[in-house]
């Protein structure tokens, strides 16, 4: 572990910024369709990662230095969160250290939760090391209701006092103990926050029905390398040992498994011959099965991936579900797809109630798609027609852009702050690929 003092004093690191302008940029993408990819890319660190694991930071005073930590607003928003309570955070590169030795408010203010959901994750560290906590409700993409009782429940079998007031949760808790705890539905966030809560409870906690995914075993990971006592990540029963206290570490944070499918569907719509650096294939099965299904060759190695398509790609069908199933942040990018593929998918979501918002800007490209219920029903196109279109969320925002990609025509994406909450500088990189895109004012 490298001292803070000589570590601050002689690299060449730069505070994160806090400006609110930097995380929500007004500007647009402006596509010139049609252009074939190739060409090499470096997968960034995944956000889904990251941000559990800066929260984490609250659980020791000690220096948590973390590496491949990707440059986005959402990681902004969060260093500006424990900014807010006193922690100390500096980048260099996709260097970030955090140490949180002076916090002086355990709060998360509605200014700050309201743009991101994740937010909420700096609950179960605040309360597990400091009793108490204020954080507001969360916000984020408005995809869904995505509530927060599986945090609340949870958080109460370890013996803490929360109640809800005026848009704040407020919790107390002397000391955590250890429980079983089984989640009613499945929560990536509500099991990280558990995990986090309980590493530092008295005894044994056991969280059943926990979520699988890739970003949990990497949390895990991080938490374990700070003393913590986690075991069976990646499966639906999670088991920690709590601990008296936890010391700094040096993590890595795994590959974005989420941009790396989004740069691999963009190669496959746009006929392309892609091959992405420094990913984890091993964390794709479902997305890479369904490429292949479209048509595309898939090559995989330890740590790159290679995807060669010609031509229209075939209709593929899926239905979302927690990991190892399709995940939900993939489905926006394959209906882009589908929407140019010969023959017909039908895409079931299962996971959040509002996850179709980019259907009627698609159609506004020419897209042919139907609702019935959670089912969007897409009969391919020969070819898309440019127009001006508007972001919804996260990976709406991302769909636009392939759908872009492949219209004739030009296509201007608005309200692209979404798309930069999740790619760092997409259209920088998706240019180095041989697409005709700009960002501009």
């Excluded at 402006?30 to 995944?46: D, F, N, Y």
């Excluded at 936890?246 to 963009?266: K, M, N, S, W, Y």
């Excluded at 010609?310 to 929407?339: E, I």
Aim: proline share 4%; charged share 25%; hydrophobic share 45%.
């Amino acid at each position: 572990m490298p001292d803070s003092r000589r570590y601050f004093d002689t690299r060449p690191v730069r505070a994160i910024r806090v400006d609110a302008a930097d995380a929500l940029p007004m500007d647009q993408l402006k596509i010139s369709g049609g252009a074939r990819l190739s060409g090499e890319v470096a997968v960034a660190g995944a956000k889904n990662a990251a941000l559990p694991i800066l929260a984490a930071a609250l659980l020791t005073a000690d220096e948590l230095v973390l590496e491949n930590v990707p440059q986005l607003a959402d990681i902004t928003t969060m260093g500006r969160l424990l900014a807010g309570m006193g922690a100390r955070l500096s980048r260099d590169g996709s260097r970030v250290v955090a140490r949180a030795d002076a916090i002086g408010a355990a709060e998360a203010p509605y200014e700050l939760v309201k743009t991101m959901r994740a937010s909420i994750l700096v609950l179960g560290p605040l309360l597990a090391r400091f009793g108490q906590a204020r954080v507001s409700l969360p916000g984020g993409c408005a995809i869904g209701a995505r509530p927060v009782d599986q945090h609340i429940r949870g958080l109460r079998a370890l013996g803490a006092r929360l109640e809800i007031e005026h848009g704040y949760i407020v919790a107390e808790a002397r000391r955590l103990s250890g429980a079983r705890i089984v989640t009613d539905m499945v929560t990536v966030t509500g099991t990280e926050n558990l995990m986090m809560a309980a590493a530092l409870a008295d005894g044994e906690t056991v969280i059943d029905n926990a979520a699988r995914e890739p970003e949990v075993v990497d949390l895990a990971r991080c938490l374990n390398a700070m003393g913590a006592r986690v075991r069976g990540a990646g499966t639906d029963r999670i088991v920690i040992d709590g601990v008296e206290r936890l010391h700094g570490a040096q993590h890595r944070v795994l590959p974005d498994r989420i941009e790396t499918g989004t740069f691999l569907v963009a190669a496959t719509a746009c006929g392309g011959d892609v091959r992405l650096t420094g990913a984890a294939p091993g964390t794709l099965d479902a997305v890479l099965e369904k490429l292949r299904e479209a048509g595309a060759q898939v090559d995989a190695g330890e740590d790159w991936i290679r995807v060669r398509a010609g031509g229209r790609p075939r209709a593929v069908s899926l239905r979302t579900a927690p990991h190892p199933g399709f995940p939900t942040d993939m489905q926006a990018q394959f209906m882009a797809m589908d929407c140019v593929a010969d023959g017909v998918g039908r895409i079931t979501e299962t996971i959040f109630e509002n996850r179709f918002m980019h259907v009627l800007e698609l159609q506004r490209l020419g897209a042919q798609i139907d609702i019935e219920g959670p089912t969007a029903i897409v009969r391919g196109v020969p070819r898309l027609s440019g127009a001006r279109v508007m972001a919804t969320d996260l990976r709406a925002s991302a769909s636009l852009v392939i759908a872009g990609l492949v219209a004739e025509g030009e296509t201007v994406v608005d309200r692209i702050y979404h798309l930069d909450r999740g790619y760092d500088r997409m259209e920088q990189r998706l240019a180095a690929l041989g697409a005709r895109i700009e960002r501009v004012k």
